[in-house]
């Protein structure tokens, strides 16, 4: 698109006057306004093009406007717009049968809900529904969403300026080899302290009380952790130990992002629930959901579930998931996904950390990597501090700022970068977001003492 300093001017100003956005203080942001996207780049009104690395929230695995996701929305839209959750649809059926086929073990329902907060909110009530039990479990360091019962789940900031929560969630320190809260030394010595650590809080919290334990699979904005072998095996052993659900958070990593349709099967692990929402159909239009064993779904045959939402598996949202399937079997997606996560971007980053004294480490699978940023490689301290902002943020800030300079949108949380691209991005695209990165890293290198 051709700059056009007039439409930015309008789309700026009523912007500031009358959206209000999330998670800000209104007069501390000055949001992009975006002219256009295609694949895995989005365009301003000034004509500078951004390499997606972040997949907006990382949600958009199919890349901006992709034909056959466009052409089945407006498909869908001239047969049918709309129809009640109540009443049975084809494509909503087409498209809960097609996730079910790529669930692990016995999870073969599918509740839709129009995101991944909500899914998270109602996997938990039916986990609540199932036990007769109230407390939940979750990590420190997870974000499950935004919603009351959502952000009592989350484990980072965002819940503070929600407290008190209803008092009906506890949580528990998590693997991270890499600043381990155990002492531990391997991977695998982290995996079985973490679990010992986590019986105990069941055991402390009372077994009888607990619901649920929700965990990330792969933990996303809080650092993508990818679990130490063993863990989610041991989290598996422990929920069945004390008549727990388990409850799989995917919403982030589901659907292509690490190279398979859901994590867990990466980790060779069947939870009782498993939510989604973003990649299921790329955010095209809303839609999450909870995929449901057959032992949960059984409790709910004689007994009401007691939860809806009017636009619960919308045919607009699910056209959008169907022809997503489509793509991801046609072109072989989860396929591209390990080549390119495993050929170009970890050795490439794995470079990165050598040469770069401000890389501490760097994580990941598939298309779904964390550089973290450290001041000091022998202490590991962090380039800023936990829940870093304003002056105290700069350094990231200035990483940021290179990086949006080289025609790159960078996904920046606390001490680290993402990488999160779209899975359609071209290996040369990759290759020259990488470059970018690799180049703005030069600025994390000056605040290295
Ligand atoms: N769970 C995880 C792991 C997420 O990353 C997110 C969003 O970033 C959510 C839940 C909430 O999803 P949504 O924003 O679609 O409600």
């Known amino acids: 698109p051709l700059p056009d300093a007039a439409a930015e001017a309008q789309v700026r100003s009523d912007d500031r006057a009358h959206v209000f956005h999330s998670w800000s203080a209104q007069a501390l942001i000055d949001p992009l306004p975006v002219a256009a996207g295609e694949g895995s780049t989005f365009w301003d009104y000034q004509g500078n093009a951004y390499l997606d690395f972040s997949s907006q929230l990382v949600n958009l695995n199919l890349g901006h406007q992709h034909p056959d996701l466009v052409a089945a929305i407006q498909q869908q839209a001239g047969r049918l717009s709309t129809i009640q959750p109540s009443m049975a ?60 019962t959502a952000i009592s789940l989350t484990g980072d900031p965002r819940r503070w300026a929600n407290e008190p929560s209803d008092g009906s969630v506890a ?5 991270y080899p890499y600043r381990s809260s155990f002492h531990a030394d ?18 402390l919290e009372g077994a009888g009380t607990i619901a649920a334990i929700i965990i990330e699979t792969i933990v996303g904005t809080n650092g993508v952790l990818v679990p130490p072998p063993g863990y989610l095996q041991g989290v598996r052993e422990l929920c069945d130990r004390f008549g727990i659900v388990y409850i799989a958070d995917e919403v982030m990593v589901g659907f292509g992002r690490v190279g ?5 099967n990466a980790f060779d692990v069947v939870p009782d629930l498993i939510t989604f929402a973003k990649g299921v159909n790329s955010g095209y239009v809303p839609l999450g959901g909870v995929v449901i064993s057959q032992r949960i779904a059984e409790h709910f045959d004689t007994v009401a579930f007691m939860g809806g939402l009017t636009y619960s598996g919308h045919p607009l949202a ?22 390119l996560g495993s050929r170009v971007v970890e050795p490439r ?5 050598e040469r770069h004294p401000s890389v501490g480490e760097v ?8 550089i973290e940023l450290v001041s000091d490689a022998s202490s590991r301290a962090p380039l800023v501090p936990f829940n870093a902002s304003g002056a105290d943020a700069a350094p990231m800030a200035a990483v940021a700022a290179a990086c949006k300079q080289g025609g790159l949108w960078p996904f920046v949380h606390f001490n680290r970068l993402h990488v999160a691209p779209p899975l359609v991005i071209t290996e040369a695209e990759l290759v020259r977001g990488l470059d970018i990165i690799d180049e703005a890293l030069s600025i994390a290198d000056g605040y290295v003492a």
């Open 171 to 175: 949580h528990f320190l998590g693997p």
């Open 363 to 370: 994580r990941g699978l598939g298309l779904f990597w964390a």
């Open 318 to 339: 699910c056209a959008a998931g169907v022809a997503t399937f489509e793509v991801f079997e046609r072109d072989g997606i989860l396929e591209r996904v390990r080549d």
């Open 349 to 353: 980053l794995l470079g990165m950390a």
């Open 186 to 203: 391997s991977p695998e010595q982290e995996a079985s302290r973490a679990l010992a650590h986590l019986e105990q809080v069941i055991i």
């Open 89 to 148: 649809s084809d494509v909503r059926g087409d498209l809960a049968r097609r996730i079910a086929e790529v669930s692990p073990g016995d999870l073969d329902r599918v509740f839709f809900t129009n995101g991944g907060t909500d899914a998270n909110e109602y996997a938990v009530r039916m986990a609540r529904a199932v036990t007769g039990r109230r407390k939940v479990l979750s990590m420190y360091r997870s974000y499950h969403g935004g919603t009351a």
């Open 260 to 264: 398979e349709w859901f994590a867990v």
